[in-house]
């Protein structure tokens, strides 16, 4: 970014910083950077500690535990679903070997620089009315 | 007893309580002042709701995770399959040999090419599925050093659009032609993981490239050859992040910053593949 194409004044942002409100005038450019350095540092944005009751902290407790539990064999399932699959793909391919080994050449050839359709998307709530468009023009 | 004066150390060995450990001082520095109980707060996990820097993160459904274990993880596994196949080894440092008694000490010969050590690359099995990482956005602009106080907008608006405080960048060289002193700020850095980086992925992949007429795809070519591909937004094409569209006099100093995505991939090709499936387009 060249220098000429910054927006704002250049003004020297020196101000000392005071407890009360002074009532020095300061440019909008130079506000808009002290609004900016604000927002970013992290005083006074720490929300408080919940303070529960232990019947409360109790309840919370065991929703996450059941909660961790529901992910934890969410994802072991997961996992052994794709072992399940990867081991049907190497039995698949040996059966294929001892079967047809010209099939087999043809089946383990490595396909280079593959890449999935944009048309793939990431799935949404609010899908639209037409989700693949069939006519690209690429 | 009264044992005789002498200089024989066998006196010490004589008397009781004579431990023959070594006592051990100070091996382990330790801050002694954060092991007071008032520091027990910053223990816990931010995960706990008791603790003072809790934070919530499982507030809504991860689109982009879903996806990629639901559809993607699988179609990558049988994509990438190989029958028999090897390990190939990377480059590592060598040996010199054992013919010479010279060659014994000697510190070990640099890898074959390069000269640097590169990973193994391991057959793609169920294990090993190559997934994203995490997004690191680098922003470097050099109007940073001739303005100071525009590294305090480029931080703001760096964490307006990711959601995740950048860290400050300083100079590491003095380069007179160019104005660059060291240790003056010249630009942010932010690491994304997990749930903040599918939310920028998403909002990049579906609200911002769409609408730059520029942007044809990333390069065929894209890859540091150990799996992570990278990209750039201009300052022209920022302004299409929804986060600062809406408020340009919040923000009038936009910059351009370089992406790149880290992914578990070990080869350029295996990444690019990863990253067409998670909506970004490919130059032909």
Same mark, same amino acid.
């Given at each position: 970014?060249?220098?000429?194409?910054?927006?704002?004044?250049?003004?020297?942002?020196?101000?000392?910083? $005071?407890?009360?409100?002074?009532?020095?005038?300061?440019?909008?450019?130079?506000?808009?950077?002290?609004?900016?350095?604000?927002?970013? %540092?992290?005083?006074?944005?720490?929300?408080?500690?919940?303070?529960?009751?232990?019947?409360?902290?109790?309840?919370?407790?065991?929703? $996450?535990?059941?909660?961790?539990?529901?992910?934890?064999?969410?994802?072991?399932?997961?996992?052994?679903?794709?072992?399940?699959?990867?081991?049907?793909?190497? !039995?698949?391919?040996?059966?294929?070997?001892?079967?047809?080994?010209?099939?087999?050449?043809?089946?383990?050839?490595?396909?280079?620089?593959?890449?999935?359709?944009?048309?793939?998307?990431?799935?949404?709530?609010?899908?639209?009315?037409?989700?693949?468009?069939?006519?690209?023009?690429? | 007893?009264?044992?005789?004066?002498?200089?024989?150390?066998?006196?010490?060995?004589?008397?009781?309580?004579?431990?023959?450990?070594?006592?051990? #001082?100070?091996? $382990?520095?330790?801050?002694?002042?954060?092991?007071?109980?008032?520091?027990?707060?910053?223990?816990?996990?931010?995960?706990?709701?008791?603790?003072?820097?809790?934070?919530?993160?499982?507030? %809504?459904?991860?689109?982009?995770?879903?996806?990629?274990?639901?559809?993607?993880?699988?179609?990558?596994?049988?994509?990438?399959?190989? #029958? !028999?196949?090897?390990?190939? *080894?990377?480059?590592?440092?060598?040996?010199?040999?054992?013919?010479?008694?010279?060659?014994?000490?000697?510190?070990?010969?640099?890898?074959?090419?390069?000269?640097?050590?590169?990973?193994?690359?391991?057959?793609?099995?169920?294990?090993?599925?190559?997934?994203?990482?995490?997004?690191?956005?680098?922003?470097?602009?050099?109007?940073?050093? *001739?303005?100071?106080?525009? %590294?305090?907008?480029?931080?703001?608006?760096?964490?307006?659009?990711?959601?995740?405080? /950048?860290?400050?960048?300083?100079?590491?060289?003095?380069?007179?032609?160019?104005?660059?002193?060291?240790?003056? /700020?010249?630009?942010?850095?932010?690491?994304?993981? @997990?749930?903040?980086?599918?939310?920028?992925?998403?909002?990049?992949?579906?609200?911002?490239?769409?609408?730059?007429?520029?942007?044809?795809?990333?390069?065929?070519?894209?890859?540091?050859?150990?799996?992570?591909?990278?990209?750039?937004?201009?300052?022209?094409?920022?302004?299409?992040?929804?986060? $600062?569209?809406?408020?340009?006099?919040?923000?009038?100093?936009?910059?351009?910053?370089?992406?790149?995505?880290?992914?578990?991939?070990?080869? @350029? *090709?295996?990444?690019?593949?990863?990253?067409? %499936?998670?909506?970004?387009?490919?130059?032909?």
């Amino acid at each position: 970014m060249l220098s000429s194409s910054i927006k704002s004044a250049v003004l020297p942002v020196l101000r000392t910083f $005071v407890r009360f409100k002074s009532k020095a005038d300061v440019s909008p450019s130079t506000q808009r950077v002290i609004g900016q350095m604000s927002a970013l %540092s992290a005083s006074k944005k720490q929300p408080k500690v919940i303070r529960l009751s232990n019947e409360d902290l109790i309840k919370h407790k065991s929703i $996450v535990n059941a909660w961790n539990l529901y992910r934890r064999r969410k994802v072991s399932r997961q996992r052994d679903q794709l072992n399940k699959q990867y081991q049907s793909i190497v !039995d698949a391919m040996e059966d294929l070997k001892q079967s047809e080994p010209e099939l087999y050449v043809w089946a383990n050839t490595k396909q280079t620089n593959k890449k999935f359709p944009l048309q793939l998307r990431v799935p949404t709530d609010y899908p639209p009315s037409q989700p693949w468009v069939y006519n690209v023009k690429k | 007893m009264q044992l005789a004066r002498s200089f024989s150390t066998c006196a010490r060995a004589l008397r009781s309580g004579y431990s023959t450990v070594e006592p051990v #001082h100070h091996l $382990v520095k330790i801050n002694k002042a954060s092991l007071k109980p008032g520091m027990t707060q910053l223990l816990k996990s931010k995960s706990d709701i008791t603790a003072i820097g809790f934070k919530p993160v499982e507030i %809504s459904q991860d689109r982009v995770r879903e996806h990629y274990n639901n559809t993607v993880k699988s179609d990558l596994m049988l994509h990438f399959y190989e #029958h !028999d196949a090897k390990t190939v *080894e990377g480059q590592k440092f060598r040996e010199w040999g054992t013919d010479s008694p010279y060659k014994m000490y000697r510190s070990m010969k640099k890898p074959r090419g390069k000269g640097k050590a590169t990973r193994n690359i391991k057959p793609i099995t169920s294990k090993n599925v190559p997934e994203l990482q995490s997004i690191v956005i680098n922003l470097y602009a050099p109007a940073i050093a *001739e303005h100071k106080w525009l %590294s305090v907008s480029a931080r703001a608006f760096i964490a307006q659009i990711t959601n995740v405080k /950048p860290q400050l960048l300083r100079n590491r060289s003095n380069v007179i032609g160019w104005k660059i002193r060291v240790g003056r /700020p010249c630009g942010c850095k932010v690491e994304l993981k @997990d749930r903040d980086m599918h939310q920028f992925l998403t909002t990049l992949t579906e609200l911002v490239l769409p609408r730059i007429r520029t942007f044809t795809g990333l390069k065929p070519t894209t890859g540091d050859t150990h799996g992570n591909i990278s990209m750039g937004l201009t300052e022209e094409d920022v302004k299409y992040f929804p986060e $600062v569209e809406h408020f340009q006099e919040l923000f009038p100093n936009l910059f351009g910053f370089h992406i790149t995505f880290k992914t578990t991939a070990r080869t @350029d *090709e295996q990444a690019r593949t990863l990253i067409s %499936s998670l909506g970004f387009p490919f130059q032909k």
